[in-house]
């Protein structure tokens, strides 16, 4: 079982940046992949980013290819997603995932979660 809690979401305008980070515990850090997913008001939720265990491997979603980057340090045992030229549309709930089998894309391959924190952008 793994925890994991998400922190450094809020207010901005169109245009800042934002990192959120994804803190886990509970189990060995270095051996499942973590992704980061949104859900914004009345949508469903739709990926962002996942990175490997090791690191080495990252897929971005089309929506915020150029914009956001997924990173992580295995020492603090954290993910970290980097937001940058926020838009409006950006607006959600972000939530990060602990995913134990091969990387995936796909929310169900996920089997914990965090709690979420919110990402609201003004025009």
């Known amino acids: 079982q793994v925890q994991l809690v998400e922190s450094g979401g809020g207010l901005v305008q169109a245009g800042d940046s934002l990192r959120l980070s994804c803190l886990t515990s509970?189990?060995?850090?270095?051996?499942?992949?973590v992704g980061w997913f949104r859900q914004a008001p009345e949508k469903e939720r739709e990926f962002v980013a996942v990175?490997?265990?090791?690191?080495?491997?990252?897929y971005i979603a089309d929506s915020v290819k150029g914009r956001f980057t997924i990173s992580r340090d295995n020492a603090k045992n954290t993910v970290y997603l980097q937001m940058n030229s926020l838009k409006p549309e950006d607006t959600a709930v972000y939530y990060c995932a602990a995913e134990f089998g091969t990387i995936s894309t796909t929310e169900r391959a996920f089997g914990s979660w965090g709690q979420g924190t919110q990402v609201t952008v003004s025009s």
């Open positions: 509970g189990r060995t850090f270095a051996t499942y992949a």
């Open positions: 990175i490997s265990w090791s690191g080495e491997s990252t």
